[in-house]
């Protein structure tokens, strides 16, 4: 069998980049059940820094609250 066709049978959602927002990406398809793939360059920077590094103070800790309610990880 063709490997392309094995791969797109494989996997129901393909997230690519492993920042924060692929790794939310991944994982709420992988909580709804989705056979999930998480593709990335270095193992060793997964969610290593957000978009935007300069989220602090206040506005950090209630965007943690709002993750936190949704089910998110940060």
């Known amino acids: 069998m063709d490997a392309t066709v094995d791969f797109i049978d494989a996997y129901d959602v393909v997230v690519v980049g492993a920042g924060h927002a692929g790794c939310e990406s991944a994982l709420a398809a992988a909580r709804l059940g989705c056979r999930t793939l998480l593709l990335t360059l270095n193992l060793d920077k997964i969610a290593w820094q957000p978009c935007n590094p300069a989220v602090g103070g206040p ?16």
Do not use: Y
Request: hydrophobic share 45%.
């Open 59 to 74: 506005a950090k800790s209630q965007l943690v609250h709002e993750v936190d309610a949704l089910g998110g990880e940060m």
